[in-house]
Protein backbone atom coordinates (compact mmCIF):
# COMPACT_ATOMS: atom_id res chain seq x y z
CA UNK A 1 0.00 0.00 0.00
CA UNK A 2 1.06 2.89 -0.68
CA UNK A 3 2.56 5.52 1.99
CA UNK A 4 0.51 9.22 2.10
CA UNK A 5 2.66 11.98 2.34
CA UNK A 6 2.02 14.62 5.04
CA UNK A 7 -0.03 16.57 2.97
CA UNK A 8 -2.07 14.45 1.55
CA UNK A 9 -2.69 13.09 5.13
CA UNK A 10 -3.61 16.86 6.46
CA UNK A 11 -6.33 17.31 3.73
CA UNK A 12 -7.91 14.17 4.53
CA UNK A 13 -7.71 14.86 8.22
CA UNK A 14 -9.15 18.14 7.52
CA UNK A 15 -11.92 16.88 5.40
CA UNK A 16 -12.82 14.89 7.91
CA UNK A 17 -12.37 16.96 10.98
CA UNK A 18 -15.61 17.54 12.49
CA UNK A 19 -13.98 20.84 14.61
CA UNK A 20 -12.68 21.87 11.61
CA UNK A 21 -15.84 21.56 9.93
CA UNK A 22 -17.97 23.42 13.13
CA UNK A 23 -15.54 25.91 12.98
CA UNK A 24 -15.39 26.67 9.17
CA UNK A 25 -19.21 26.96 9.88
CA UNK A 26 -18.77 29.26 12.83
CA UNK A 27 -16.84 31.57 10.29
CA UNK A 28 -19.63 30.99 7.87
CA UNK A 29 -21.70 32.36 10.22
CA UNK A 30 -19.83 35.86 11.27
CA UNK A 31 -19.59 36.45 7.16
CA UNK A 32 -23.04 36.72 7.09
CA UNK A 33 -23.85 38.85 10.45
CA UNK A 34 -22.59 41.63 7.24
CA UNK A 35 -25.70 41.31 5.24
CA UNK A 36 -27.90 41.29 8.24
CA UNK A 37 -26.21 44.16 9.51
CA UNK A 38 -27.04 45.94 6.32
CA UNK A 39 -30.71 44.57 6.20
CA UNK A 40 -30.88 46.65 9.72
CA UNK A 41 -29.54 49.75 7.66
CA UNK A 42 -31.44 49.18 4.97
CA UNK A 43 -34.85 48.77 7.43
CA UNK A 44 -34.11 52.02 8.78
CA UNK A 45 -33.00 54.08 5.49
CA UNK A 46 -36.49 52.80 4.41
CA UNK A 47 -37.96 53.36 7.57
CA UNK A 48 -36.46 57.50 6.69
CA UNK A 49 -37.96 57.86 3.58
CA UNK A 50 -41.32 57.00 4.78
CA UNK A 51 -40.95 59.70 8.02
CA UNK A 52 -40.06 62.54 5.49
CA UNK A 53 -42.77 61.70 3.02
CA UNK A 54 -45.07 61.77 6.01
CA UNK A 55 -43.19 65.39 7.18
CA UNK A 56 -43.80 66.95 3.78
CA UNK A 57 -47.33 66.14 3.60
CA UNK A 58 -48.01 67.23 7.35
CA UNK A 59 -46.00 70.58 6.87
CA UNK A 60 -48.38 71.29 4.32
CA UNK A 61 -51.77 70.35 5.89
CA UNK A 62 -50.72 70.70 9.76
CA UNK A 63 -48.17 69.22 12.13
CA UNK A 64 -48.78 67.19 15.36
CA UNK A 65 -50.45 69.47 17.82
CA UNK A 66 -50.63 69.74 21.27
CA UNK A 67 -53.44 72.37 22.47
CA UNK A 68 -52.59 74.80 25.43
CA UNK A 69 -54.43 77.66 27.19
CA UNK A 70 -55.95 79.75 27.46
CA UNK A 71 -53.74 81.71 29.47
CA UNK A 72 -54.46 84.88 30.87
CA UNK A 73 -51.59 87.52 31.30
CA UNK A 74 -51.25 90.96 33.00
CA UNK A 75 -48.33 93.17 32.27
CA UNK A 76 -46.59 94.52 35.30
CA UNK A 77 -43.43 97.02 36.17
CA UNK A 78 -40.53 96.56 38.08
CA UNK A 79 -38.01 98.34 38.43
CA UNK A 80 -34.19 96.67 37.82
CA UNK A 81 -30.86 98.11 37.88
CA UNK A 82 -28.68 97.78 35.27
CA UNK A 83 -24.93 96.50 34.88
CA UNK A 84 -24.00 100.14 35.74
CA UNK A 85 -25.91 100.40 38.96
CA UNK A 86 -28.36 102.43 37.33
CA UNK A 87 -32.07 101.93 37.83
CA UNK A 88 -34.59 101.12 34.61
CA UNK A 89 -38.58 100.20 34.55
CA UNK A 90 -39.12 96.49 32.76
CA UNK A 91 -42.07 95.74 31.31
CA UNK A 92 -42.99 91.24 32.55
CA UNK A 93 -45.88 89.45 32.23
CA UNK A 94 -47.45 87.33 34.97
CA UNK A 95 -49.92 84.18 33.47
CA UNK A 96 -52.99 83.03 35.39
CA UNK A 97 -54.70 79.59 34.17
CA UNK A 98 -58.29 79.21 34.01
CA UNK A 99 -60.25 77.64 37.29
CA UNK A 100 -62.57 75.49 34.83
CA UNK A 101 -61.64 73.99 31.56
CA UNK A 102 -63.99 71.86 29.57
CA UNK A 103 -63.07 70.89 26.04
CA UNK A 104 -65.32 68.77 24.06
CA UNK A 105 -64.30 67.45 20.74
CA UNK A 106 -64.69 65.41 17.41
CA UNK A 107 -61.77 63.84 15.42
CA UNK A 108 -62.44 63.29 11.78
CA UNK A 109 -59.44 61.07 10.33
CA UNK A 110 -58.03 60.84 6.55
CA UNK A 111 -55.63 59.18 4.73
CA UNK A 112 -53.20 60.99 2.20
CA UNK A 113 -50.57 59.06 0.27
CA UNK A 114 -47.54 60.09 -1.15
CA UNK A 115 -46.03 57.60 -3.43
CA UNK A 116 -46.47 54.36 -1.56
CA UNK A 117 -46.30 55.40 1.95
CA UNK A 118 -49.72 56.41 3.95
CA UNK A 119 -50.01 59.66 5.86
CA UNK A 120 -52.05 60.25 8.60
CA UNK A 121 -54.46 63.34 8.70
CA UNK A 122 -57.39 65.08 10.75
CA UNK A 123 -59.24 67.66 11.32
CA UNK A 124 -60.49 68.39 14.87
CA UNK A 125 -63.52 70.60 15.97
CA UNK A 126 -62.88 71.35 18.99
CA UNK A 127 -65.70 73.48 21.86
CA UNK A 128 -63.50 75.37 24.39
CA UNK A 129 -65.68 76.65 27.68
CA UNK A 130 -64.64 77.93 30.92
CA UNK A 131 -64.08 80.28 33.59
CA UNK A 132 -61.16 82.60 34.75
CA UNK A 133 -61.64 83.73 38.27
CA UNK A 134 -60.27 86.91 40.29
CA UNK A 135 -56.46 86.95 39.54
CA UNK A 136 -54.41 86.04 42.83
CA UNK A 137 -52.43 89.02 42.76
CA UNK A 138 -51.44 88.06 46.56
CA UNK A 139 -49.60 85.08 45.74
CA UNK A 140 -46.99 86.35 43.36
CA UNK A 141 -46.02 89.43 45.91
CA UNK A 142 -45.90 91.96 43.43
CA UNK A 143 -47.92 95.08 44.45
CA UNK A 144 -51.46 95.57 42.75
CA UNK A 145 -50.40 99.27 41.70
CA UNK A 146 -47.79 97.53 39.42
CA UNK A 147 -50.24 95.55 37.63
CA UNK A 148 -51.28 97.31 33.80
CA UNK A 149 -54.83 95.22 33.88
CA UNK A 150 -55.70 97.72 30.89
CA UNK A 151 -53.43 95.71 28.65
CA UNK A 152 -53.81 92.08 29.74
CA UNK A 153 -53.84 89.61 26.70
CA UNK A 154 -55.29 85.97 26.64
CA UNK A 155 -53.65 83.62 24.30
CA UNK A 156 -53.81 79.97 22.98
CA UNK A 157 -50.52 78.09 22.26
CA UNK A 158 -51.06 75.76 19.09
CA UNK A 159 -47.37 74.71 17.49
CA UNK A 160 -48.36 74.58 13.99
CA UNK A 161 -50.71 77.64 12.79
CA UNK A 162 -50.83 76.39 9.61
CA UNK A 163 -53.71 73.79 10.83
CA UNK A 164 -56.07 76.61 11.71
CA UNK A 165 -58.85 76.85 9.35
CA UNK A 166 -61.31 79.20 10.90
CA UNK A 167 -61.46 82.39 12.99
CA UNK A 168 -61.46 81.92 16.50
CA UNK A 169 -63.68 84.13 18.40
CA UNK A 170 -63.72 84.12 22.27
CA UNK A 171 -66.91 84.60 23.44
CA UNK A 172 -67.41 86.18 26.83
CA UNK A 173 -71.13 87.42 28.72
CA UNK A 174 -71.02 90.60 27.30
CA UNK A 175 -68.05 90.76 24.50
CA UNK A 176 -66.64 89.13 21.84
CA UNK A 177 -63.04 88.95 21.24
CA UNK A 178 -60.86 87.77 17.55
CA UNK A 179 -57.72 85.79 18.05
CA UNK A 180 -54.74 87.26 15.99
CA UNK A 181 -51.67 85.31 15.58
CA UNK A 182 -48.99 86.29 17.68
CA UNK A 183 -48.16 86.28 21.14
CA UNK A 184 -47.82 89.44 23.70
CA UNK A 185 -45.82 87.33 25.48
CA UNK A 186 -43.49 84.31 24.76
CA UNK A 187 -42.72 83.04 28.40
CA UNK A 188 -45.74 80.11 27.71
CA UNK A 189 -45.99 79.22 23.91
CA UNK A 190 -43.61 79.92 21.10
CA UNK A 191 -46.33 79.66 18.80
CA UNK A 192 -49.77 80.67 18.80
CA UNK A 193 -53.06 83.49 18.81
CA UNK A 194 -54.32 85.84 21.38
CA UNK A 195 -56.00 89.29 21.24
CA UNK A 196 -55.80 91.97 24.48
CA UNK A 197 -58.57 93.07 26.82
CA UNK A 198 -59.28 95.33 29.61
CA UNK A 199 -59.45 93.82 32.94
CA UNK A 200 -59.98 97.50 35.00
CA UNK A 201 -63.74 96.41 35.45
CA UNK A 202 -64.31 93.13 35.77
CA UNK A 203 -61.54 90.62 36.29
CA UNK A 204 -63.51 87.24 36.06
CA UNK A 205 -65.41 85.86 33.39
CA UNK A 206 -66.85 82.88 32.13
CA UNK A 207 -65.63 81.90 28.24
CA UNK A 208 -66.12 79.31 25.51
CA UNK A 209 -65.16 79.23 21.84
CA UNK A 210 -64.61 77.18 18.85
CA UNK A 211 -61.33 76.33 17.17
CA UNK A 212 -61.35 74.40 13.55
CA UNK A 213 -58.09 73.20 13.71
CA UNK A 214 -56.09 70.27 11.15
CA UNK A 215 -52.80 68.20 12.80
CA UNK A 216 -51.26 64.98 11.86
CA UNK A 217 -50.41 61.80 13.67
CA UNK A 218 -51.60 62.89 17.03
CA UNK A 219 -54.00 65.44 19.18
CA UNK A 220 -52.67 66.87 22.64
CA UNK A 221 -53.57 68.90 25.44
CA UNK A 222 -52.24 70.92 28.41
CA UNK A 223 -54.16 70.56 32.00
CA UNK A 224 -54.35 74.03 31.87
CA UNK A 225 -57.47 74.07 34.18
CA UNK A 226 -57.69 74.01 37.60
CA UNK A 227 -60.28 71.01 36.40
CA UNK A 228 -59.56 70.06 33.24
CA UNK A 229 -61.78 67.93 31.28
CA UNK A 230 -61.73 66.73 27.70
CA UNK A 231 -63.74 64.49 25.55
CA UNK A 232 -62.79 62.97 21.80
CA UNK A 233 -64.71 61.26 19.43
CA UNK A 234 -63.57 59.75 16.54
CA UNK A 235 -64.04 57.25 13.87
CA UNK A 236 -60.42 56.17 13.96
CA UNK A 237 -60.75 52.41 15.06
CA UNK A 238 -56.39 52.06 16.43
CA UNK A 239 -55.73 55.19 18.31
CA UNK A 240 -53.15 54.90 21.13
CA UNK A 241 -53.62 56.81 24.01
CA UNK A 242 -50.78 58.55 25.09
CA UNK A 243 -49.22 61.14 27.39
CA UNK A 244 -49.03 61.44 31.41
CA UNK A 245 -52.71 60.76 31.54
CA UNK A 246 -54.78 57.86 30.42
CA UNK A 247 -58.26 58.32 29.78
CA UNK A 248 -60.59 58.28 32.80
CA UNK A 249 -63.41 56.42 30.72
CA UNK A 250 -62.45 55.13 27.03
CA UNK A 251 -64.52 52.77 24.20
CA UNK A 252 -62.32 51.50 21.62
CA UNK A 253 -64.45 49.44 18.67
CA UNK A 254 -64.81 49.02 14.56
CA UNK A 255 -66.73 52.44 14.24
CA UNK A 256 -63.81 54.26 16.25
CA UNK A 257 -63.26 55.67 19.41
CA UNK A 258 -64.87 57.72 22.56
CA UNK A 259 -62.22 58.72 25.47
CA UNK A 260 -62.79 61.52 28.29
CA UNK A 261 -59.92 62.98 30.74
CA UNK A 262 -60.27 64.33 33.96
CA UNK A 263 -57.20 66.27 35.29
CA UNK A 264 -56.80 68.15 38.63
CA UNK A 265 -54.75 70.84 39.44
CA UNK A 266 -53.19 68.35 41.86
CA UNK A 267 -52.42 65.61 39.43
CA UNK A 268 -49.61 68.61 37.78
CA UNK A 269 -46.53 69.84 38.70
CA UNK A 270 -47.53 74.00 38.26
CA UNK A 271 -49.88 76.51 39.97
CA UNK A 272 -52.82 78.44 38.28
CA UNK A 273 -50.27 81.28 38.60
CA UNK A 274 -47.24 82.60 37.93
CA UNK A 275 -44.32 84.88 36.97
CA UNK A 276 -42.46 84.90 33.39
CA UNK A 277 -41.50 81.42 32.20
CA UNK A 278 -43.07 80.07 35.25
CA UNK A 279 -44.34 77.00 33.62
CA UNK A 280 -41.85 75.65 31.03
CA UNK A 281 -39.42 73.62 30.51
CA UNK A 282 -36.59 73.63 32.90
CA UNK A 283 -37.46 76.45 35.08
CA UNK A 284 -34.72 76.71 37.11
CA UNK A 285 -36.44 79.35 39.48
CA UNK A 286 -39.64 77.84 39.76
CA UNK A 287 -38.81 74.38 39.65
CA UNK A 288 -42.04 73.77 38.07
CA UNK A 289 -42.26 71.75 34.21
CA UNK A 290 -44.56 71.37 31.64
CA UNK A 291 -43.35 70.45 28.43
CA UNK A 292 -44.40 67.33 26.17
CA UNK A 293 -44.30 65.35 29.48
CA UNK A 294 -47.61 66.61 31.00
CA UNK A 295 -49.56 66.64 27.83
CA UNK A 296 -52.11 63.99 27.40
CA UNK A 297 -53.98 63.32 23.95
CA UNK A 298 -54.54 60.67 21.58
CA UNK A 299 -52.27 59.46 18.46
CA UNK A 300 -53.51 57.74 15.39
CA UNK A 301 -51.98 55.03 14.33
CA UNK A 302 -51.83 52.81 11.80
CA UNK A 303 -52.94 49.32 12.00
CA UNK A 304 -49.80 47.62 10.63
CA UNK A 305 -46.79 49.32 11.19
CA UNK A 306 -44.54 46.45 8.42
CA UNK A 307 -41.20 48.49 9.05
CA UNK A 308 -41.34 47.45 12.81
CA UNK A 309 -42.54 44.36 12.44
CA UNK A 310 -39.59 43.60 9.65
CA UNK A 311 -37.11 44.88 12.34
CA UNK A 312 -38.58 42.39 14.55
CA UNK A 313 -38.20 39.16 12.32
CA UNK A 314 -34.46 40.49 11.26
CA UNK A 315 -33.48 40.09 14.79
CA UNK A 316 -33.89 36.32 14.72
CA UNK A 317 -32.15 35.94 11.27
CA UNK A 318 -28.97 34.41 12.48
CA UNK A 319 -30.63 32.02 14.65
CA UNK A 320 -32.67 31.25 11.45
CA UNK A 321 -28.95 30.92 9.88
CA UNK A 322 -28.04 28.74 12.80
CA UNK A 323 -30.55 26.14 12.84
CA UNK A 324 -30.38 25.85 8.92
CA UNK A 325 -26.62 25.41 9.09
CA UNK A 326 -27.42 22.84 12.04
CA UNK A 327 -29.49 21.06 9.86
CA UNK A 328 -27.15 21.23 7.13
CA UNK A 329 -24.50 19.40 9.52
CA UNK A 330 -26.36 16.92 11.07
CA UNK A 331 -27.00 15.68 7.23
CA UNK A 332 -23.59 15.47 6.60
CA UNK A 333 -22.63 13.46 10.02
CA UNK A 334 -25.80 11.18 9.58
CA UNK A 335 -26.17 10.83 5.91
CA UNK A 336 -22.08 10.85 5.00
CA UNK A 337 -23.11 13.89 2.55
CA UNK A 338 -20.55 16.43 2.12
CA UNK A 339 -21.62 19.75 1.90
CA UNK A 340 -19.11 22.44 0.99
CA UNK A 341 -18.67 25.55 2.90
CA UNK A 342 -19.07 27.64 -0.01
CA UNK A 343 -22.88 25.68 -0.33
CA UNK A 344 -23.29 26.54 3.31
CA UNK A 345 -22.38 30.47 2.48
CA UNK A 346 -25.26 30.65 -0.27
CA UNK A 347 -27.90 28.95 1.92
CA UNK A 348 -27.25 31.75 4.08
CA UNK A 349 -27.33 34.16 1.45
CA UNK A 350 -31.38 32.76 0.64
CA UNK A 351 -31.98 33.02 4.14
CA UNK A 352 -31.05 36.98 4.22
CA UNK A 353 -32.74 37.39 1.09
CA UNK A 354 -36.22 36.14 2.54
CA UNK A 355 -35.63 39.68 4.58
CA UNK A 356 -35.16 42.07 2.03
CA UNK A 357 -38.38 40.31 -0.23
CA UNK A 358 -40.18 40.73 3.25
CA UNK A 359 -39.06 44.35 3.36
CA UNK A 360 -39.78 45.04 -0.03
CA UNK A 361 -43.17 43.17 -0.45
CA UNK A 362 -44.79 44.41 2.94
CA UNK A 363 -44.78 48.22 1.62
CA UNK A 364 -47.31 47.12 -0.66
CA UNK A 365 -48.75 43.94 0.98
CA UNK A 366 -50.04 43.30 4.15
CA UNK A 367 -47.17 42.08 6.55
CA UNK A 368 -48.90 38.39 6.65
CA UNK A 369 -49.12 38.26 2.98
CA UNK A 370 -45.46 38.90 2.61
CA UNK A 371 -44.54 36.82 4.93
CA UNK A 372 -45.85 34.25 3.18
CA UNK A 373 -44.87 34.76 -0.59
CA UNK A 374 -41.29 35.68 1.10
CA UNK A 375 -41.45 31.89 2.86
CA UNK A 376 -42.67 30.59 -0.35
CA UNK A 377 -39.89 32.03 -2.69
CA UNK A 378 -37.15 31.42 -0.45
CA UNK A 379 -38.62 27.92 0.66
CA UNK A 380 -38.38 26.95 -2.95
CA UNK A 381 -35.34 28.35 -3.88
CA UNK A 382 -33.41 26.02 -1.35
CA UNK A 383 -35.60 23.08 -1.72
CA UNK A 384 -34.52 23.10 -5.24
CA UNK A 385 -30.91 23.97 -4.32
CA UNK A 386 -30.66 20.89 -1.94
CA UNK A 387 -32.29 18.56 -4.04
CA UNK A 388 -29.22 18.57 -5.77
CA UNK A 389 -27.27 18.53 -2.83
CA UNK A 390 -28.90 15.88 -1.01
CA UNK A 391 -29.68 13.61 -4.25
CA UNK A 392 -32.30 11.95 -2.32
CA UNK A 393 -35.71 13.05 -2.52
CA UNK A 394 -37.43 11.75 0.50
CA UNK A 395 -34.20 13.66 2.33
CA UNK A 396 -35.26 16.69 0.83
CA UNK A 397 -38.66 16.74 2.11
CA UNK A 398 -37.97 16.10 5.42
CA UNK A 399 -35.22 19.44 5.06
CA UNK A 400 -38.04 21.50 3.48
CA UNK A 401 -40.64 20.72 6.05
CA UNK A 402 -37.88 21.26 9.10
CA UNK A 403 -37.39 24.78 7.03
CA UNK A 404 -41.10 25.88 6.90
CA UNK A 405 -41.99 24.77 10.63
CA UNK A 406 -39.01 27.12 11.15
CA UNK A 407 -40.64 30.06 9.93
CA UNK A 408 -43.82 29.45 11.02
CA UNK A 409 -42.01 29.13 14.50
CA UNK A 410 -40.52 32.81 13.82
CA UNK A 411 -43.87 34.08 12.54
CA UNK A 412 -45.26 32.84 15.95
CA UNK A 413 -42.74 34.36 17.96
CA UNK A 414 -43.05 38.16 15.93
CA UNK A 415 -46.86 37.43 16.38
CA UNK A 416 -46.99 36.93 20.28
CA UNK A 417 -45.08 39.58 21.19
CA UNK A 418 -45.85 39.53 25.51
CA UNK A 419 -45.04 35.52 25.10
CA UNK A 420 -42.23 35.43 23.13
CA UNK A 421 -39.25 34.67 25.23
CA UNK A 422 -41.66 32.02 26.39
CA UNK A 423 -42.14 30.27 22.99
CA UNK A 424 -38.78 30.89 22.08
CA UNK A 425 -37.19 29.37 25.16
CA UNK A 426 -39.92 26.11 24.69
CA UNK A 427 -39.16 26.02 20.86
CA UNK A 428 -34.85 26.11 22.08
CA UNK A 429 -35.40 23.23 24.24
CA UNK A 430 -37.51 21.13 22.04
CA UNK A 431 -34.90 21.98 19.25
CA UNK A 432 -32.26 20.88 21.14
CA UNK A 433 -33.36 17.63 22.87
CA UNK A 434 -34.01 16.45 19.09
CA UNK A 435 -30.87 16.88 18.23
CA UNK A 436 -29.40 15.38 21.52
CA UNK A 437 -31.88 12.30 20.78
CA UNK A 438 -30.54 12.44 17.27
CA UNK A 439 -27.00 12.28 17.78
CA UNK A 440 -27.19 9.70 20.75
CA UNK A 441 -25.19 6.72 19.32
CA UNK A 442 -22.78 9.03 17.09
CA UNK A 443 -19.37 8.34 17.51
CA UNK A 444 -17.98 11.82 17.08
CA UNK A 445 -13.94 10.29 17.43
CA UNK A 446 -14.99 8.01 14.75
CA UNK A 447 -16.42 10.21 12.33
CA UNK A 448 -13.27 12.36 12.69
CA UNK A 449 -10.76 9.21 11.98
CA UNK A 450 -13.19 7.97 8.80
CA UNK A 451 -14.80 5.37 11.04
CA UNK A 452 -19.03 6.69 11.87
CA UNK A 453 -20.27 3.54 14.34
CA UNK A 454 -23.63 5.52 14.76
CA UNK A 455 -26.40 2.61 14.77
Not at 47 to 68: C, Y
Not at 173 to 197: M, N, Q, V
Request: with cysteine; proline share 4%.
Amino acid sequence: MEKLSFFERLNNWARRSVTLKLISIGILILILLIPTSMLESLIYERQSIRDAAIQEVSSKWGQQQTFGGPVLSIPYTVIVKDEKGQSETQIRHAHFLPDQLDITGTVTPEKRYRGIYVVVLYNTQLHVKGKFSNPNIEALNIPESSFMFNDASVSLGIPDMKGINDAIIFKTKDTAYSFSPGLSSHDIFSSGAGFELNLSKSRQFDFEFDINLNGSTSLNFLPFGKETNVSLASTWDSPSFEGSFLPDKRDVNEKGFTASWKVLQLNRNYPQQGLGSFITPNNEEYGYAVGSDASFGVRLLLPIDEYQKTTRSVKYCVMFIILTFLTFFFVEVLNKQRIHPIQYLLVGFAVCLFYVLLLSISEHLKFDSAYLIGCICILALITLYAKNIFKNNKLTTVFSLLLALLYGFFYSLMQLEDYSLLLGSIGLFIILGVVMYLTRKVDWYGISSGENKSE
